[in-house]
């Protein structure tokens, strides 16, 4: 019964820390390229111009993540509903969530990275060709880490529900054969 009380603090904490983990990722993005804000994603949100700013780009970032805490938090709360015992569930599905934004924040950074390699004047995505913008390097650059952070919340997800079941079959293995407990689900 606790387990089902919990689900909405623990969902509430997957939206929460998926909008401070957009609205920082911006704070990222936003050095690399205001134009990438300005030009773009400013538009995109309605963005008002005196928020056209690092604050403004944090708004980009939690409105543009937030929903992800429900995309990650929900799967991973329900199959951590087979882990026995209330603490080692809450601790299992913080650790997930929390190797759900390591492995975001990892894959947005490679790709950063790789665009700073791959990306140049004379190398731009196709993508970017019918783009007229003031930085297209450093646009094309932010962009890719921000499509790769979707992507790593996708793949980060695949990993806490690794986790999640891992341990739910680790604490059912280590049930007694014949006992006349309960089993808390």
């Known amino acids: 019964m606790m387990k089902l009380l919990l689900a909405p603090v623990l969902i509430f904490a ?27 994603k400013f538009i995109q949100f309605g963005i008002q ?3 056209q700013n690092r604050l403004g780009a944090a708004i980009v970032g939690w409105q543009a993540s937030w929903w992800m805490g429900l995309v990650i938090g929900l799967p991973i709360y329900l199959l951590c509903l087979a882990i026995r015992g209330t603490k080692a569930f809450v601790r ?22 790789a ?10 995505p196709g993508w970017m060709a019918a783009r007229d913008v003031t930085d297209p390097v450093a646009f094309a650059r932010a962009g890719l880490m921000h499509d790769f952070s979707y992507l790593g919340g996708l793949i980060g ?7 999640a079941i891992r341990k739910a079959l680790r604490s059912r293995r ?9 089993l808390e689900w």
């Open 14 to 40: 997957t939206i929460l820390l998926a909008g401070l983990y957009g609205a920082c990722h911006n704070q990222i993005s936003y050095t690399v390229s205001p134009g990438y804000f300005h030009e773009f």
């Open 115 to 124: 665009g700073h390699l791959a990306i140049h004047d004379d190398q731009l």
């Open 49 to 51: 111009p005196e928020l």
């Open 157 to 163: 997800l695949a990993a806490g529900a690794f986790i």
């Open 92 to 113: 299992v599905f913080l650790l997930a969530a929390l190797v759900v934004v390591a492995i975001t924040l990892l894959t947005g950074l490679g790709a950063l990275f």
């Open 174 to 182: 280590n049930l007694p054969r014949e006992s006349g407990h309960r």
